[in-house]
C-alpha cells in the first residue's frame, strides 16, 4: 500500500450502552479509493462522524498524515485537509449556488483574506467545481430550490471546495439518477487522479465497484471483510449478512467497462 494518510486503530464508540463500532481499524493509503458497504445500522454514518470530529470515540485512535486527531472539533479536521459529505444534505438554502460552494473555499482559508485578488481566484475555482459536477449553469439560483440530486452535487462541490487531501462520501449517489450518478461518478474519478484519497459509503454497489479498488464491509460496527471488491462481494459473510445473495457479472473499476 500507498504511504498511509488515514489510521483507525481499535475504535469504539457505545450508545445507550450498545456498540455502533466495535473494535473497528483501517489502514487508508494516500492514494486509495475505498469503498465502504454494509446494512442500515452497521455504523457506516458514524465512523464517519468520528473520523470528522462529529463525534467522540469511547476508545482507539485516529492518524491523520502522522497526527492524532481524536478530539478535535469538526472545522479543525476540516483545516487538517478532511472534508465530507452529509448522508441528509445540508445547503444554506437561503444562499446562491455559488455562495454555498464559496463557504467552502473561504472557510478553508483559501481566499480567506481580504484581497480582492484572493476572492477572485476562490471564485474562479468555485465555478470549476460547480462546472465539474454539472451545476455550472445553476450558480446565481437559490441553494434551497435544487432538486435532491443537485443538492447532493452542490454538497459534494462544497467539500471540494476546501481542497481536501482526505474525502469522506456518505451515500453521495442514494435518490439519484442514473445521468446523475454517472455525472459524479466521472467528477469523483477526476478527483480521484488528483491526488484526493477517497473513502466512500454507498449503497449503490453498481456505481460504486467501477470507482473503487478496494472494499471495507461493516456489520454491526465490526470490519468483516477488507479486499478487492470482486473478492469482497464474494465473500459468504457479505452475502450472508448484506447482499443477501451474489452479484455476478458486475462491471469493475479498472475492466473498461
Ligand atoms: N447519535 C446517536 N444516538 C444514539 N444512537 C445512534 C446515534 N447515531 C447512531 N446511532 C445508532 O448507531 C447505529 C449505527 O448507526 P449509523 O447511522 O452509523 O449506521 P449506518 O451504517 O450509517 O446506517 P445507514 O446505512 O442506514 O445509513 C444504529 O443502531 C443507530 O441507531
Ligand atoms: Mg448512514
Partial sequence: MSTSILSVSNLKKNFGGIPAIGDFSLELGAHEFCG?????????????????GYAKPDSGTIVFEGRGIVGLRPYQCCRLGIARTFQIVRPFPDMTVLE??????LFSGDGAGTAKRERTDATARCVELLELVGLGDRLDVSAGILTLGEKKRLELARSLATQPKLLLLDEVLGGLSEQEIEQISIALRKVHQKGTAILMIEHVIRALVKLVDRLVVLNFGRNICDGKPADVLEHPDVIESYLGKSLPNLPMQGTGS
Fill in 100 to 105: 454555498n460552494v464559496l463557504t467552502g473555499a
Fill in 36 to 52: 465502504v458497504i454494509g446494512p442500515n445500522g452497521a455504523g457506516k454514518t458514524t465512523l464517519m462522524n468520528l473520523i470528522t
